[in-house]
């Protein structure tokens, strides 16, 4: 059903149509494709867009869905109003809410299982603006919480950082499907009434660092887990939360893990974007952490055609990693095995399909056994490279060595690397390799059910 208690023309709306140069027809099938993407099944026409020209405002959902098309169509973030759309209940008041409060509400709403399908459709946003460190460092001196009877100190922020690195374990080992629940119900049930309570000035800006890292990791499994709107809001939060903080490291990180999440939804330019404010926002950073840093940078040059600059990107990452003392962080951190990932992304985008596979088995051979989550990812993507050189033997061992992973983990990307392999080996069966695959493609499917 579609609002019709509206009904003055909604000029808003048709500016936007003329400034993108879109038929109706055109729009229509933009917004069609974009409700698509977060599982939404919608058959507009010309006529539908007819009528919110007209004034009828379209359902709640569907609102937001023509404000992020518009908005990728002319390369920046709109607002409702401008579209002549009513913004969904509750979107006014989370706007003006503290980054903890809106945190709060985004976390409970993660833990509820009868509310996390509508918080999930949400959209990404490849044109949505992100807080400068600098309008967002020391906020929370702008706005202070309020005296409680708790008080917090060193030690609860070193329990919370500990817990993170355990939570990070656990999706390294078993998958965000399992590891995400645990985090948002720590997130809400223990570190943000920490951000509440009372603490010396040292303290609460060390939690709100600590509550920064975790709010960054949830938003990395929810992207894991192909929810990429939910992980966007998530970042957002954790670079708010981050400049409360005065923490640039975590800033830079998360802007890190925002160009990855561009680049694996094909946004090269965003990517690049995010990667060099990544960068330009880390001016203390340790070695690793460039290295972090610039790996990035040069899969994101690549995936705008630019070889000189993501090849020259490459050689900064590898003279980092070499100044690296032997310590990895558990959150954002990068080895070996993460610098010939990203080698084997640069090759790919230059199209050197045999080097990127080379790069990938580099990759493999390095990463910790522990690392179960990653690599599962390492070997569907050597797997389809190898498949689409047209190594299709080895591409099924490679296959299988995934399986081996993927039946221990609860995982959507994971979800999806499978279902592209059944895809892919379909019509081989005539080949033995293929058949044994299928076979025990077939027995994993009735156990993940």
Known sequence: MVDTTHKQRNEGLESLLEQARWSRTQLAAAVNRTGAQVGLTLKYDQSAVSHWLAGT?????????????????????LSYPEAGLRPPKGKEAAASGSTVESLLDLGRADMDPSRRGVLTAGLYSAALSVPLFADVAHAGERVRTAKTASRIGAGDVATVRAITD?????LDELGGGLARPMAAAFLVNTVLPYLRASA?????????????DLTYLTGWMAMYEREHGLGQRYYIKALRLAGEADDH?????????????ASSLGHGRKALELADSAAEAAPKASPRLVAFLRGQQAHAASMVGDGQQAFSRLRE???????????????????R??????IAHVLYEMKDLPGSIAALKESLRAQPRQQRQGRVHANAVLAQRQFELGHLEEACGTWGA??????????ARGD???????RRIAPYRQVRAVRELDSRARQVAEVKG
């Open 249 to 261: 490291v975590t800033y830079c990180r998360t802007l890190r893990g925002m160009s990855l999440q």
């Open 402 to 411: 995934f399986l081996d992973d993927y039946t221990k983990l609860s995982t």
């Open 57 to 77: 405002q379209p359902r709640e959902q569907v609102r937001g869905v023509i404000l992020e098309t518009l908005g990728r169509k002319l390369g920046r973030t």
């Open 416 to 422: 999806d690397h499978f279902r592209t392999m059944r």
């Open 200 to 212: 010396s000035e040292k303290d609460r800006a060390d939690m709100l660092s600590a509550a920064s």
């Open 317 to 335: 990452t590898e003279a980092a990693l070499a100044r690296a003392d032997s310590r990895r962080e558990a959150i954002g951190g990068y080895d």
């Open 166 to 170: 355990r939570i990070a374990d656990i």
């Open 337 to 342: 095995s993460a610098y010939q990932f990203h």
